[in-house]
């Protein structure tokens, strides 16, 4: 009977520790935001069509806004907690969709360059990386198909 008193005390102090509360937070949001995409995906094809991938556009200029719009919560709002940061914006948001975050930092790249007087530096860092990934992104397909088939 001892047993059953001292587990949830013991259940709670493991919730309490940010090794398990901060990769928690990550999960559950990941969860939201891989079955909102996945939903939302579903009923965009089917109300827009195939032809033209709206689903995907959708999400991802969504999912920006979302971004944009937290993270300057979460920089004028110090009291949001670290896991509902993490929760909202690595979890969900990063789930939903990639590209918010791709963008998130896209942004504070050219932010730091903007802050620098577009140090030409700077600027390039920016820029190999907003059109580095694209570019690059598309040739690791190309390539990554390429390996698929290598030994067939």
């Not at 009977?1 to 259940?11: C, D, F, G, R, Y």
């Not at 939201?32 to 965009?44: E, I, N, T």
């Amino acid at each position: 009977m001892q047993q059953l008193t001292v587990a949830p005390n013991w259940v709670l102090e493991v919730l309490q520790q940010p090794t398990v509360r901060n990769p928690m937070a990550v999960s559950l949001g990941a969860i939201a935001g891989a079955l909102s995409r996945y939903y939302l995906s579903l009923w965009l094809a089917g109300t827009m069509g195939g032809g033209f991938p709206y689903a995907t556009m959708f999400i991802n200029l969504t999912g920006c806004l979302a971004m944009g719009f937290f993270f300057t919560l979460a920089i004028e709002i110090p009291s949001i907690p670290p896991e509902v940061r993490l929760l909202v914006a690595v979890g969900f948001l990063g789930s939903y969709t990639t590209f918010s975050t791709y963008e998130l930092d896209t942004f504070l790249l050219l932010r730091n360059a903007h802050s620098n007087n577009f140090a030409l530096g700077n600027l390039s860092v920016a820029a190999f990386y907003w059109a580095g990934s694209a570019i690059l992104g598309i040739i690791s397909i190309q390539l990554g198909t390429i390996l698929s088939r290598w030994g067939k």
